[in-house]
């Protein structure tokens, strides 16, 4: 699947990381910074860039064919900073959310995420970014165990819905909690009819020298890839497991009086600044030669060369020791006058699953439900909370929708007449248990008239209760805590 065209792009863009401000400044759309980060406040040229004076330490943003090769860029006094992959993915509507009682839409914030974004490093002027967005959004955290587990926001702008600021707790990093908040947000903006999930990863800034010309490349949204971390061993080579967005590209170029030395290195000076540490470090024969070499997932003939008698090889990593790493691999070897590099860049981006990038099969027919579902959840444990569920504060109202959770009740409920269950309102602990128990039985109740008049779902099926705060999930006594207690369970009542 394509990017959308560049006017679709930059509006996606501007909806759902808006500035603080704009102003036209000749051919140039300035933003306002406002500690928003370098996406959101780099200048977009619409006009001729060569016509700009933008003052001090200019930032602008440039799409691939903007501003010409690197070294032209250079020659006007710029260097590339933060570039950025985005892959655009088909937003797919599964018959059932993927894992609902990990995640938890909800329309505004909670403290817990608040608090996952601080320790990733998302300040208030951040905050702010996401505060300003005028388009529809969704915010979602998810938990395991009941603890928080990670958070981002998606919103959506026309048939376009980008994932921001995706943060996973430390402790629940490499356990799928990134790719089920994508599945979620892929999810909603099915639900919402946009038709393409857009994530970007922050890719490795590397300027490659004048003349290069890109012979290849290949790019995943999602890769599981050993890269070599040592020299090739009889009994078995070191390597390093990345995960992540994959990215390689393979470049020719003019060769250096240095020959590979002179090619590689500047690359492996800038991999450094880029706060990048070396890994490991060869040249051909102390890599291993022949057999390195084709430990290598290289681009085939004729988009990248390597002459097993004088190449080179760099691995190098950023991110924190206990979090998702960023994995770049470099390759430099020669022809008899040309040069040939190919970058392989596993980016510490959380992947979109298969489920989330085509639409999977509708439920299969009888009283099996898909094992992801909110049916096989429901009949593995004997209850789901239906965390994406919203009502008007203090009050027994639920909110327009859509919610996807009731999407897949509906659809279990109606997969066989049998079936039955009991929506159990719960509140937290401010107030009476008297009122509270009211309170939370009429919220029950809202939901199913929700699922009899929207859904289709026969009355016989579904009946309502309340128990006030008398089940928490969570302490009363954090306000994160009295979010998670207020909700509407679905406790299964069939007994076959």
Do not use: K
Request: aromatic share 4%.
């Amino acid at each position: 699947m394509s990017l959308p065209d560049p006017a679709r792009l930059e509006a996606a863009l501007a909806a759902t990381r808006p500035a603080a401000a704009t102003r036209r400044l000749g051919p140039f759309l300035r933003r306002d910074r406002a500690g928003g980060g370098r996406r959101v406040s780099a200048a977009t040229a619409v006009g001729n860039p060569g016509q700009a004076a933008m003052g001090a330490a200019p930032l602008f943003r440039l799409r691939p064919g903007q501003g010409g090769p690197d070294a032209r860029i250079a020659d006007r006094g710029l260097r590339r900073v933060d570039p950025t992959l985005l892959l655009a993915v088909p937003a797919a509507r599964p018959a059932a959310p993927p894992l609902p009682r990990t995640v938890i839409p909800a329309e505004a914030p909670l403290a817990v995420m608040a608090g996952l974004w601080a320790e990733g490093g998302t300040g208030p002027e951040q905050l702010a970014v996401m505060a300003r967005v005028a388009a529809r959004r969704t915010f979602l955290p998810a938990r395991e165990n009941d603890r928080p587990a990670g958070a981002a926001v998606c919103a959506v702008a026309g048939d376009i819905a980008m994932p921001h600021a995706l943060q996973v707790a430390p402790r629940c990093r490499r356990r799928g909690v990134a790719a089920r908040l994508l599945r979620w947000a892929a999810l909603w903006a099915a639900v919402l009819g946009a038709g393409v999930l857009l994530p970007a990863a922050a890719r490795a800034a590397i300027t490659l020298p004048a003349g290069a010309e890109r012979t290849g490349e290949r790019q995943s949204p999602w890769a599981d890839i050993d890269l070599p971390a040592g020299p090739w061993r009889p009994e078995g080579t070191a390597t390093r497991r990345a995960e992540g967005t994959l990215s390689l590209s393979a470049w020719r170029m003019p060769l250096p009086e240095g020959g590979t030395l002179a090619l590689i290195a500047p690359l492996r000076d800038q991999l450094r600044a880029g706060g990048f540490a070396i890994v490991y470090d060869c040249a051909a024969r102390a890599c291993g030669g022949f057999d390195f070499r084709f430990l290598l997932e290289l681009l085939p003939e004729p988009a990248m060369h390597v002459d097993l008698g004088d190449f080179r090889y760099l691995l190098a990593e950023r991110g924190p020791p206990d979090g998702p790493q960023t994995l770049v691999a470099v390759v430099a070897s020669r022809s008899r006058s040309q040069g040939h590099v190919q970058i392989t860049e596993v980016a510490a981006a959380p992947p979109v699953t298969a489920d989330a990038a085509r639409p999977p099969p509708g439920p299969a027919p009888g009283p099996t439900p898909p094992p992801d579902s909110l049916g096989a959840l429901l009949e593995a444990e004997g209850r789901v909370a239906l965390d994406d569920l919203t009502f008007e504060s203090g009050a027994t109202r639920l909110g327009p929708g859509p919610f996807p959770s009731l999407v897949a009740l509906a659809a279990y409920l109606a997969a066989d007449p049998a079936r039955r269950v009991v929506l159990v309102g719960h509140s937290d602990a401010t107030g009476s248990l008297a009122a509270n128990v009211a309170l939370s039985r009429q919220r029950a109740q809202a939901v199913v008239e929700r699922l009899a008049t929207a859904h289709g779902v026969s009355r016989a099926q579904i009946a309502a209760e309340g128990v006030g705060f008398l089940a928490p999930r969570a302490t009363n006594l954090t306000e994160a805590g009295r979010t998670l207690n207020r909700r509407v369970e679905a406790v299964l009542a069939s007994t076959r």
